[in-house]
């Protein structure tokens, strides 16, 4: 399953409000050094993702993630408490509605709204493993189809947006709402979102988000008006 994790780590850095997210965010981690002679150095994705999830672990970092997509497709979930168990629905429920220190505009607009996932990736011209592009859609069309979020970026990747804008709804980048490269130029932004887009619809055949979410709002009307029904029948006098 796409929102099942395969690891889970503990971080400090989050945002003490609860909200339903409207948006998602993408960023890389580009954790790769460089040696005494600067040169740059290769440790792999697999040192990578692991150096990604103990640098959220740190208050210093003033940074974390609702996830890390690492080698293999291999998920990291961070929570905000005690480290739950892998499957644990309502722990991931709960992780998720938790804001996360990933956009770099303090608690405002996309800051507070968003999911933030972070995709593996050393160095700023490295091509992104396959099986990391494709556990992040899967990941992110899940988010689509449960939180009702549009399959479509804010603004068209390449130019910027006011990330203050609490109003807003859809996927970004992280490039567009700060001066930083990620997931940058070897990200290929339009392809991946149609993979998440084909994903997020997948088991309902020509349906889009929009449509099921008037569909959800209708079945809770006539919920409501089934137990309206009810009740006033239940409050008439017996004969």
């Not at 979930?77 to 992780?95: K, N, Q, S, W, Y």
């Not at 050393?122 to 859609?137: I, K, M």
């Given at each position: 399953m796409p929102w099942s994790p395969d690891d889970w780590t503990r971080t400090p850095n989050y945002w003490p409000v609860r909200r339903t997210p409207t948006t998602i965010g993408l960023h890389s981690t580009r954790g790769g050094k460089r040696n005494l002679l600067g040169l740059r150095t290769r440790h792999g994705i697999q040192v990578e993702y692991n150096a990604t999830r103990s640098?959220?672990?740190?208050?210093?970092?003033?940074?974390?993630?609702?996830?890390?997509?690492?080698?293999?497709?291999?998920?990291?979930?961070?929570?905000?408490?005690?480290?739950?168990?892998?499957?644990?629905?309502?722990?991931?429920?709960?992780?998720?509605?938790?804001?996360?220190?990933?956009?770099?505009?303090?608690?405002f607009g996309v800051g507070v709204t968003s999911l933030a996932l972070?995709?593996?990736?050393?160095?700023?011209?490295?091509?992104?493993?396959?099986?990391?592009?494709?556990?992040?859609?899967?990941?992110?069309?899940?988010?689509?189809?449960?939180?009702?979020?549009?399959?479509q970026y804010i603004a068209e990747p390449g130019t910027r947006f006011d990330g203050t804008d609490a109003s807003l709804k859809g996927f970004w980048l992280h490039e567009q709402v700060l001066s930083k490269t990620d997931p940058g130029r070897m990200f290929p932004a339009r392809e991946w979102l149609s993979t998440v887009e084909g994903m997020a619809?997948?088991?309902?055949?020509?349906?889009?988000?929009?449509?099921?979410?008037?569909?959800?709002?209708?079945?809770?009307?006539?919920?409501?008006?089934?137990?309206?029904?009810?009740?006033?029948?239940?409050?008439?006098p017996h004969v």
């Open positions: 640098w959220f672990s740190l208050r210093a970092s003033n940074a974390s993630a609702h996830g890390v997509v690492g080698p293999m497709g291999r998920l990291c979930r961070f929570c905000t408490g005690p480290v739950p168990l892998m499957l644990d629905a309502a722990a991931i429920h709960e992780a998720e509605a938790t804001p996360r220190w990933h956009a770099g505009i303090g608690q972070e995709m593996v990736q050393e160095w700023e011209e490295d091509a992104y493993d396959g099986l990391v592009l494709e556990r992040s859609a899967e990941v992110c069309a899940d988010w689509a189809r449960r939180y009702v979020i549009p399959v619809t997948r088991h309902f055949p020509g349906a889009n988000l929009e449509a099921l979410e008037r569909r959800a709002g209708e079945r809770i009307l006539h919920l409501e008006e089934q137990i309206a029904e009810h009740t006033a029948r239940s409050l008439q």
